[in-house]
């Protein structure tokens, strides 16, 4: 059974400050990986998917890596501002049950102005 | 990107009473959709998978009879909780599975709704 952990589970930072999530999956036969970000009451944004080819993925201040054979990912963000605060959940999919999402639990981030 | 919106985004009932949730894909159509529940300050848990046309497959641990679904149409899905008690208070999310094309695809996620039983 896919677990996937998500390091740390909070984190509160001053605004500019460069950061990094870490999200760790026991199982390596994996489809993709997708980072998403949550805010407080709200559903689900995908911020960037990396497909289990590929070793990393950028979208403007962020980037998400992947090292499926040691079962890593980190997302880093770039001069971080008041609005990236959010709970940041890393989800992955299996290669053999195709569409299912197996979710961490979840970094809370803070950044403070 | 592709938009899947979630009614009511609020909902508030009686203990012992049913509460439908719909979940619809906006400019896609959804052969497949799914059903999470999420409690305070916890990750995403995958309650159900649906298919149109046919049966929901069911979570380890999940009741079916409790937990109904349906999902009758490319572009609608419904949860319906029955006989809601406070336990079932919970955020409820539905996504949406669209097909890219060459066996590539994407999940889109709806707003989620907040249930509160009394």
């Known amino acids: 059974k896919q677990e996937v952990t998500q390091i740390p589970a909070a984190l509160s930072v001053p605004e500019g400050e460069n950061l990094v999530l870490n999200c760790s999956f026991t199982d390596s036969a994996i489809y993709n990986l997708q980072w998403f970000r949550q805010d407080p009451g709200k559903g689900l944004t995908s911020l960037l998917l990396i497909q289990s080819s590929q070793r990393e993925q950028t979208s403007g201040r962020l980037n998400a890596s992947l090292d499926k054979s040691s079962g890593r990912s980190t997302l880093y963000i770039a001069a971080s501002q008041p609005g990236d605060s959010a709970t940041y959940l890393c989800a992955v999919r299996q290669e053999t049950s195709g569409s299912r999402l197996t979710f961490g639990e979840g970094t809370q981030l803070t950044v403070n102005p | 990107g592709a938009v899947v919106s979630q009614h009511p985004s609020r909902v508030i009932c009686k203990s012992g009473t049913s509460v439908k949730i719909e979940c619809r894909s906006l400019d896609f159509q959804a052969t497949t959709m799914f059903w999470y529940r999420q409690f305070p300050k916890q990750s995403l848990m995958l309650m159900a998978t649906?298919?149109?046309?046919?049966?929901?497959?069911?979570e380890q641990g999940v009741e079916k009879d409790k937990f109904l679904i349906n999902h009758a149409s490319l572009t609608l899905s419904t949860l319906t909780v029955t006989s809601a008690h406070p336990e079932d208070s919970s955020f409820y999310i539905c996504s949406a599975r669209d097909h890219l094309g060459t066996g590539l695809y994407e999940q889109y996620f709806g707003p989620g709704t907040r249930l509160t039983v009394t």
């Open positions: 649906s298919n149109e046309g046919s049966k929901a497959t069911y």
